[in-house]
């Protein structure tokens, strides 16, 4: 049985910005330091996403 936990559709870089803004709001919102902690390093993440696809993006314009 598959509930389909895991989306692999690759994710666009307003998504990417959408869940920047909603897991840096939950960090500024939540008190527990192991959630906190976790979302950090989920945001961390998502950024380094983020800056890959602005430079792909970049390298396509220059070529």
């Known amino acids: 049985m598959n509930h389909q936990l ?3 559709i690759p ?3 307003r998504e990417l910005c959408d869940q920047c803004l909603a897991l840096a709001w ?3 919102e ?6 906190r ?3 950090h ?4 993440e ?4 983020l800056s890959v696809c602005f430079a792909s993006e970049d390298e396509l ?3």
């Open 37 to 39: 902690d976790t979302l």
């Open 6 to 8: 895991y989306d692999a």
């Open 61 to 63: 314009l220059t070529a």
């Open 26 to 28: 939950s960090i500024t």
């Open 11 to 13: 994710t666009d870089t």
């Open 30 to 35: 939540l008190t527990n330091p192991l959630v």
């Open 46 to 49: 998502r950024l380094q996403m």
């Open 41 to 44: 390093w989920v945001l961390l």
